[in-house]
């Protein structure tokens, strides 16, 4: 079976500097909030081209408070899509914030145009958590020109597209905060969960690192009500310098995959939608969108051709159960966005999956 996701290849590769790091948290004895969280989090902003990276215990936590950073309180509009990990939404929910939906493009990124029609509509809407989606990266330029021709307080969830970019310009770096992820299944995926909040402000990184640590600004003095959500040094030292190291290079692998099938697959019920255009996707995911009465024959067809793959997401965020308990809001019908969860398939894509297997997904693919 081709696997959507293939640790063990994975583990073979960089199981001795793993080794190597577990050693050396463990024998300095240390950890929680020492000397391996510090060093990674210089090499995450590094890398990420932000001043500073303030490692959390999760993706849902960075999102969550990254809005409380921002001032986020229960009652405040929260604009968002209704086409991503349900952790971006929980995030505003945990808030007390009301999230409202505006629907999606054809390729399922956040339809900036739809924003900001509704923000002209509704000026008390101050908040915005867009989605770089499946690795693709929104227009950094016009999440930019939106921030100040609305004056929104913006946290960009970035779990899916660390290394990508747009026109140069990296995720995370048009709003006043990033979150991120580092699930085992992302590009940069530790070892269990673990997430980062990112920023090119001092005071907003002081503010994030008092949330994560119950709320102190200096040891047993608490000027918040905080979190306890902290990256341990473990999972730290395992992502600087077993992971982060190969991420450029994993990074350019997943390209080169989704090359050959963007090439390769030609089944006229088969669509293949790409990014924007000034897009460098890091390839988080690789979508493909059949007719929604054919997809679980798609994925029969698959699966009986040994290629593993899955959904991202079976449902819009407004349609899940967990939602008909608390207020959201929705700024328009988000068609495109429920016929599009109803018709994705993700193909595998990781950076260990050979030039062979890539042929014969490609193969299974044009064969249904």
Known sequence: MILANDFRRQWAEIREDAMRAVEQVGARGWFVLGQALHEFEQALAAFW??????????????????????????????????????????????????????????????????????????????????????????????????????????????AQSIGA???????????????????????????????????????????????????????????YLGYNSRLDEVQAAFLRHACLPRLEQWTRRRRAISSAYREGIGHREVRVPGAHSGSNSCWHLFPVFVSPERRNDFLEHLKASGVEAGIHYPAAIPDQAALSTVPFELADDCAIARRLCRSEVSLPIHPYLTDAEARSVIEAVNAW
Do not use: W
């Open 49 to 158: 081209g932000l001043e500073y990276a303030a490692g959390v215990a999760s993706g849902l936590d960075a999102i969550e408070i990254s809005l409380r950073v921002l001032g986020c309180s229960p009652g405040d509009r929260v604009l968002t899509t209704p086409v991503s990990a349900f952790a971006t939404t929980l995030a505003i929910v945990k808030t007390g914030a009301i999230p409202v939906f505006v629907d999606t493009d054809e390729r399922g990124l956040l339809d900036l145009g739809r924003c900001c029609e509704f923000l002209r509509r509704r000026p008390d809407v101050r908040y915005f958590v867009p989605v770089h989606l499946y690795g693709h990266a929104l227009p950094v330029p016009e999440l930019r020109r939106m921030r100040e021709e609305f004056g929104l307080k913006v946290v960009e969830d970035c």
């Open 165 to 223: 970019s747009f026109h140069g310009e990296a995720p995370g770096s048009a709003g006043q905060l990033a979150a991120t992820s580092f699930y085992p299944t992302k590009n940069l995926g530790a070892m269990g969960d673990g997430g980062a909040i990112l920023t090119r402000d001092p005071a907003l990184d002081a503010l994030a690192r008092a949330l994560r640590d119950y709320g102190q600004t200096a040891k047993y003095r608490h000027e």
